[in-house]
C-alpha cells in the first residue's frame, strides 16, 4: 500500500450519554486526516442522535453524518457505513474512545506491508477517578481496554480490540462482512464480531495477516457503571456466551486458540503475583487473585450455557 492510500474513519454511535466523549473522539481523530480521507459517524437507530451529530459536524470538512441502515449493533452499522466509504483502508474507532496523537499515522503505516490486512492497537483505560484496587489488570477486556498479556510488540495476531482496529477495504469482499448476527446491543450483550471476521478473513484470504501494533493507541473512557463488580461479572459471563457463539461459526481451534494461552499462562501468572503482593502488604492482592479466579469460573460458565442452549440467529432490527 503506496504512501497515497486514503482512510475512512468510521465511528458507531448509539447514545447521547456519551455526547462528550465522542464530540472529543472526532475532533481528535478529523485532525489527523490527510487529503482524500474521510470521517463517517453512523447513528445506531437513534434519529436524536443523528440529529444532533449532523448539526455538529456540519462544518467539518471530510465529516459525514448517517443512519444505520442494517440490524441494529456495532456490526450492522459498520457494515452501512461501509457501503459509501470510500477508503482504501476502513478504520473503526469506539464512541467512548479518543485517539492518541499520532494514531491514525501508526493504523495506516503497517499497510505498506502487502501481507497486512487488518491493523489494530492499544486501548488503554481512563477510569472515573482511580482504577479500583481488586481490578485485576488481566482482566481490562471486560471494560474494551487491552488487557496484561497482549505482545508487547508489534507481531501478527488472531484477532484485533473493536475500541481501534482497521482492515483494507478488499478484505471485506474477500471475507464479507461483519457478522450482524453478533454485536453488543443493549438487549442482547453478545460480542465476538471482530474476533469472528479475523478467523474468517485469515482463513478465507491465505497468508493476510491480522497484525497488532502498539505504536497504535486510543484512551477507551470508562463509565462509573463499569467498575463495580455486578458489571465485571456480567462482562465475564457475556464474553463466554459470545465464545460459544464464535466457536459454532469457526470451530474450537481458532475460536479458542488465544485464550488457551491465556488460561493457563496469563491468568495463573495473575493469581499468583495477587497473592505475593499480599504478603508483601498490599490487602487488595488477594482480592485481585480472587477475581481472577472469579471472572474464569463465570466466563467459563457462560460458555457451557451458551454452548448447551444453541445457536443464536440474531432475529430482530
Request: proline share 7%.
Amino acid at each position: 500500500m503506496t504512501e497515497a492510500a486514503t482512510v475512512s474513519v468510521i465511528i458507531c454511535a448509539w447514545t447521547e450519554d456519551r455526547w462528550p466523549i465522542l464530540a472529543d473522539g472526532v475532533d481528535k481523530a478529523r485532525k489527523q486526516l490527510r487529503d482524500g480521507d474521510e470521517l463517517i459517524v453512523v447513528a445506531d437507530h437513534n434519529e436524536r442522535l443523528r440529529t444532533r451529530c449532523a448539526a455538529a459536524f456540519a462544518g467539518f470538512a471530510g465529516v459525514r453524518v448517517m443512519a444505520n441502515q442494517q440490524r441494529r449493533g456495532p456490526s450492522g452499522a459498520r457494515n452501512t457505513a461501509m457501503h459509501t466509504a470510500s477508503g482504501s483502508v476502513m478504520v473503526f474507532l469506539d464512541d467512548d474512545a479518543i485517539p492518541s496523537d499520532g494514531w491514525l499515522d501508526a493504523m495506516r503505516a503497517p499497510y505498506a506491508d502487502p501481507a497486512v490486512y487488518g491493523v489494530g492497537g492499544v486501548a488503554r483505560p481512563r477510569w472515573p477517578g482511580h482504577p479500583p484496587r481488586w481490578f485485576p489488570d488481566e482482566f481490562l477486556w471486560v471494560v474494551g481496554c487491552s488487557h496484561r498479556g497482549l505482545p508487547p510488540a508489534a507481531q501478527p495476531v488472531r484477532n484485533l480490540l473493536g475500541a481501534t482496529m482497521s482492515f483494507r477495504a478488499e478484505a471485506f469482499g474477500l471475507a464479507g462482512t461483519f457478522d450482524e448476527a453478533l454485536g453488543r446491543r443493549p438487549e442482547k450483550p453478545l460480542g465476538g464480531e471482530e474476533t469472528e471476521f479475523c478467523i474468517r478473513l485469515t482463513r478465507d484470504h491465505p497468508g493476510s495477516q491480522v497484525r497488532f501494533d502498539p505504536a497504535v493507541q486510543v484512551e477507551h473512557v470508562v463509565s462509573p457503571d463499569r467498575v463495580q463488580l455486578r458489571y465485571f461479572l456480567h462482562r465475564c459471563w457475556s464474553e463466554g456466551t459470545s465464545k460459544a457463539e464464535v466457536t459454532r461459526r469457526v470451530g474450537p481451534g481458532q475460536a479458542l486458540s488465544t485464550e488457551r494461552h491465556y488460561t493457563t499462562r496469563v491468568l495463573p501468572r495473575a493469581v499468583a503475583r495477587g497473592l505475593a503482593d499480599g504478603l508483601r502488604g498490599d490487602r487488595w492482592g488477594p482480592a485481585r487473585a480472587a477475581a481472577v479466579m472469579l471472572g474464569l469460573a463465570v466466563t467459563v460458565a457462560g460458555y457451557a450455557a451458551g454452548t448447551v442452549r444453541g445457536p443464536d440467529r440474531g432475529g430482530g432490527a
